[in-house]
């Protein structure tokens, strides 16, 4: 069952903990309308953790750095965010115990459909579209984590199975840049301070009776209180990566789901804790992936409780613990056919969308290797410095 928040479950009735969540930073019931793409725009869907970058390299970001959509071009790159909230957290029906299932309208003249929330539901989506000629969708994202104990190959060698039975030639796959999977904790948290070793981590994701409380002798002298490990749902890339460094097919029955990279989930809640990736907390506390600031230090998100124009940046409220980090490479995947189309994308010229976005070795510099294409990366928290196409992998 999705988390609730430990501050609204002390609520005495339905009706006041439906007023506490109505009012807090923390899950929302409604969802915002998003731009409808047209034919032949370039369309996306995908990970958590890398919906803020696609969403900055197509439209810019808060410091006044043009984004590809920016530069007069007739077609547009559009990136659907894997929430349906633009602070990144899940979305209520009326009963605040059900999360709703959001959705989407990929292009113009289509109904709506569910909202891929993730990287494999990304890559599912794309896989499952197998039109040829008028595809919906272009591309998905997807986290991969190589070093993983259990090693995270993202996509798999099924999901490039299927693209040949598509009649796709496969897939391509351009890594736009790195991140990493650490270990969030409220800034009030009872876990140790030095952080959690592989093994803890292992036995408080199984819900092993020696970790179930952080005064257990196998995590050290904190309270008697019990750990609420959260993770986020299935289709989430963050999800099986995290399980994969673990060695773990799934979790035990305490591990509760919540929709990844909200830190509304964990702030304020000391027992919490969840894994968290580095570049959306340099977006919450406006630091740059591969500097380590933002030009101006400017935190991206804000009290959505107040009507515009807003109200000043909104603290995350969660820390990272020391010790347990697992490099994530962040990844764009779309069709072989598609990289090797000779069909130009813009009118007048001479490259395909994905030449001209991701990939084309040997050609002119695709805007997301570009210094405006990695600098837009770098502000949405993410370190671009190392980029590179399937076809010149390292």
Not at 61 to 75: E, K, M, P, R
Not at 130 to 157: E, K, M, Y
Not at 187 to 216: F, H, K, V
Request: negative net charge.
């Amino acid at each position: 069952m999705k988390r609730i928040p430990t501050r609204y479950v002390a609520a005495a009735t339905a009706v006041a903990a439906l007023a506490l969540f109505a009012a807090a930073a923390g899950p929302i019931q409604a969802a915002r309308a998003d731009p409808v793409p047209q034919g032949n725009d370039v369309v996306g869907v995908g990970s958590d953790t890398m919906q803020y970058i696609l969403d900055f390299a197509a439209n810019g970001d808060i410091l006044g750095d043009a984004g590809y959509n920016d530069a007069g071009n007739v077609y547009r790159l559009s990136s659907f965010d894997a929430t349906a909230d633009a602070n990144g957290r899940s979305v209520y029906g009326t009963n605040i115990l059900e999360p709703v299932n959001p959705t989407v309208v990929i292009r113009a003249g289509t109904s709506p459909v569910q909202r891929p929330d993730g990287g494999i539901a990304g890559v599912s989506a794309l896989l499952a579209d197998t039109s040829v000629t008028d595809p919906a969708l272009n591309f998905a994202t997807i986290v991969s984590a190589p070093t993983a104990t259990t090693p995270d190959a993202q996509p798999t060698t099924a999901d490039a199975t299927q693209a040949e039975l598509n009649g796709w030639g496969g897939l391509e796959v351009f890594t736009l840049g790195s991140d990493s999977l650490q270990m969030a904790v409220a800034t009030t948290s009872n876990a140790p301070a030095a952080g959690l070793t592989m093994t803890q981590l292992q036995g408080i994701y199984s819900c092993e009776p020696g970790y179930r409380n952080w005064d257990s002798p196998n995590l050290g002298d904190g309270p008697n209180s019990t750990i609420i490990p959260l993770i986020a749902p299935p289709g989430s890339d963050i999800r099986d990566a995290f399980l994969d460094d673990l060695g773990l097919s799934n979790t035990g029955g305490c591990v509760q789901t919540a929709q990844a990279n909200d830190p509304t989930t964990i702030a304020g809640d000391p027992n919490a804790i969840a894994p968290f990736t580095l570049s959306r907390l340099n977006l919450w506390s406006g630091v740059s992936g591969n500097t380590g600031q933002a030009p101006d230090g400017l935190p991206y998100f804000h009290d959505p409780s107040v009507a515009y124009p807003g109200s000043n940046a909104l603290s995350p409220g969660i820390v990272m613990l020391p010790g347990y980090s697992l490099p994530l490479l962040l990844n764009v995947v779309y069709r072989a056919s598609d990289q090797n189309s000779a069909t130009p994308w813009q009118p007048g010229g001479s490259l395909n969308w994905a030449q001209t976005l991701f990939c084309d070795p040997g050609g002119p510099t695709p805007y997301f290797q570009t210094a405006a294409g990695q600098s837009l990366i770098a502000e949405a928290g993410a370190n671009p410095a190392s980029q590179y196409c399937t076809t010149d992998a390292p």
